[in-house]
């Protein structure tokens, strides 16, 4: 069965400093992963996508994410932390031909003027 | 364009009612998924429809059903309502079926059972 860590339930950063949320996943074959931000009472916000290729995947407000099979990571980053950054993000992983994602717990991320 | 909607916003209901809870997708897109929300468990995926047939099934109880309708639009109804079953209900569309798809959430239904 697949399944998603987030080990940082809650980080905080100041604003312009960069940013690592880390992911670990558990998968048989090579994953379908996800990152998603989440700002308070929303839904979810898809910030980039990994299916296959270019290693180092760019998404949207700045984020990337570089995929590593050697580590099962997926960890997303940000050199430059905006205020409107301060949300919860999820990170997802997806099989093969299957709707279903499966998302870690979650990371807060805070920032600090 | 507009977005996921889903309805209502807040429900409030009591053990051993029954709920119902709307999702209109995207226009154009014919797969919707609903995923449920609480603190403890997370995220957690319930069903995927996809031109009116479920297509997956998530890990919980036949008190959580589903059905799509021809214009795409999903509803979820939960029965005999528990504690447990209180959380953020959130609905996901896209234009096919498969992982590869990008899906586009709803800001979802928050239901609390007292």
């Known amino acids: 069965a697949q399944s998603v860590t987030q080990p940082d339930i809650h980080i905080t950063v100041s604003e312009g400093a960069s940013l690592e949320l880390r992911c670990n996943y558990s998968?048989?074959?090579?994953?379908?992963l996800f990152w998603y931000v989440q700002s308070p009472g929303q839904g979810l916000q898809l910030l980039l996508k990994y299916f296959s290729g270019d290693t180092l995947v760019q998404g949207i407000k700045g984020f990337e994410a570089e995929f590593k099979r050697s580590q099962s990571s997926f960890n997303l980053r940000k050199p430059s932390v905006h205020w409107s950054d301060a949300a919860e993000y999820f990170c997802?992983?997806?099989?093969?031909?299957?709707?279903?994602?499966?998302f870690g717990s979650g990371t807060r991320l805070q920032v600090q003027p | 364009k507009a977005g996921v909607t889903q309805t209502p916003r807040y429900l409030i209901k009591t053990r051993g009612q029954q709920v119902t809870l709307s999702c209109s997708p995207i226009?154009?897109?014919?797969?919707v998924s609903w995923y449920q929300q609480t603190p403890g468990q997370g995220l957690q995926f319930l069903f995927e429809?996809?031109?009116?047939?479920?297509?997956n099934k998530g890990n919980f109880p036949g008190r959580f059903s589903g059905r799509q309708f021809s214009n795409s639009r999903s509803e979820m109804n939960v029965s005999t309502l528990e504690l447990g079953d209180s959380a953020l209900y959130l609905c996901?569309?896209?234009?096919?079926?498969?992982?590869?798809?990008?899906?586009?959430f709803g800001s979802g239904t928050q239901l609390s059972v007292l």
């Open positions: 226009s154009g897109h014919r797969s």
């Open positions: 998968y048989g074959a090579t994953p379908y």
């Open positions: 996901a569309s896209s234009v096919t079926q498969g992982t590869n798809e990008k899906l586009f």
């Open positions: 997802a992983v997806g099989a093969t031909g299957r709707r279903a994602l499966t």
């Open positions: 429809y996809f031109s009116e047939t479920q297509r």
